[in-house]
């Protein structure tokens, strides 16, 4: 049976990860479901992060030093802006500027927000499909110790220094789905699922908080395989650990598979992990090496993931 993949991701780890899938599978083959609980508008302009990280990543055009933004960018936008006296706490380079206002555009023509992702996915040379987790705004809120902070004022402007008390999703209960994804779910055309290693809290769990998609995992019996964003005991890259210490939930591998137990059937998790497993529910643990330092890393986690799903399906 062919496969067809259906791939949770949102960041720069999970963009990671949806490198090495896009370069072993066929377009028809994967489909990337992106978080766009980060999404906000700044400067009128409509700013989708993650989308853009995983858009960048597979085209091969993203800053590899950042994980985030355009490789050879330049900042004379930016530098401009400050001298018009505007608060240029959130960075935007002049190639990343483009983007921006061209999804601006496409939005303010009428197009939704999955077209207009192909869109801009197609003139940067992509076939393989990348989809907003929402065709409507869903936004990412976190009540911290200094009040209550839409994501990008706390993972940019405050640079994740606020403590977390509580993380909500505004707009997930009328969230829209976008119709192909409904037509490939109604149609049982995925064999399997991955939930790629980013922040389960500010990126997954967006996801998750749309109920359509919730359901459709929870009552799937195709095989469910998460990575882990934890390495002994700490983030792979993100305050994925700081959130846990502050939520009150242990920064390992135990406490990510407990996390995702109604969900998923696999965890893959580090070689530095191998002696940490525990019996969480029904989940087996897969022990590998799930660093992605390069492009090599990445293709090779992805190959380790695409085999163990061919082997549970």
């Known amino acids: 049976m062919k496969q067809k993949i259906l791939a949770l991701c949102g960041g720069v780890g999970g963009a990671k990860l949806a490198y090495g899938l896009s370069q072993l599978t066929t377009p028809e083959e994967i489909v990337f ?12 302009l409509h700013i989708s992060p993650d989308l853009d990280t995983v858009m960048y990543t597979l085209a091969g055009v ?14 004379n936008a930016l530098g401009s802006l400050k001298k018009y006296g505007l608060d240029t706490w959130f960075q935007l380079g002049d190639k990343d500027l483009a983007t921006h206002i061209r999804r601006t555009q496409l939005l303010k023509e009428g197009l939704k927000l999955s077209e207009v992702t192909r869109n801009l996915s197609s003139q940067l040379g992509l076939k393989h499909n990348i989809l907003p987790m929402s065709e409507s705004p869903v936004q990412t809120m976190i009540q911290t110790d200094q009040g209550k902070l839409s994501f990008q004022e706390y993972f940019v402007k405050h640079k994740c ?153």
């Not at 030093?65 to 900042?75: D, L, Q, R, S």
């Not at 934890?230 to 996390?259: L, Q, R, Y």
Request: charged share 30%; proline share 6%; with cysteine.
């Open 33 to 44: 479901l992106v978080n766009t609980g980060d999404d906000f508008i700044h400067l009128d």
């Open 62 to 75: 993203n800053d590899p030093k950042k994980g985030w933004g355009v490789k050879e960018e330049t900042w």
């Open 161 to 313: 220094d606020p403590k977390i008390e509580k993380i909500e999703f505004l707009g997930s209960e009328v969230a829209e789905v976008p119709t192909s994804l409904e037509e490939l779910i109604k149609d049982d055309k995925f064999t399997g699922i991955i939930i790629c290693p980013s922040n389960p809290y500010l990126s997954v769990d967006p996801i998750l908080s749309i109920n359509k998609i919730r359901t459709f995992l929870l009552e799937t019996n195709i095989p469910i395989l998460a990575v882990s964003p934890i390495i002994d005991n700490d983030s792979i890259k993100g305050p994925t650990a700081k959130i846990m210490d502050e939520m009150k939930v242990e920064p390992s591998v135990n406490a990510i598979a407990a996390h995702y137990s109604e969900l998923i059937n696999i965890l893959v998790i580090d070689q530095k992990d191998k002696d940490n497993q525990a019996n969480i529910g029904s989940i087996d643990y897969l022990v590998d090496s799930i660093y992605m330092k390069n492009n090599e890393d990445k293709v090779s986690l992805a190959k380790v993931c695409l085999e163990e799903l061919r082997k549970l399906a």
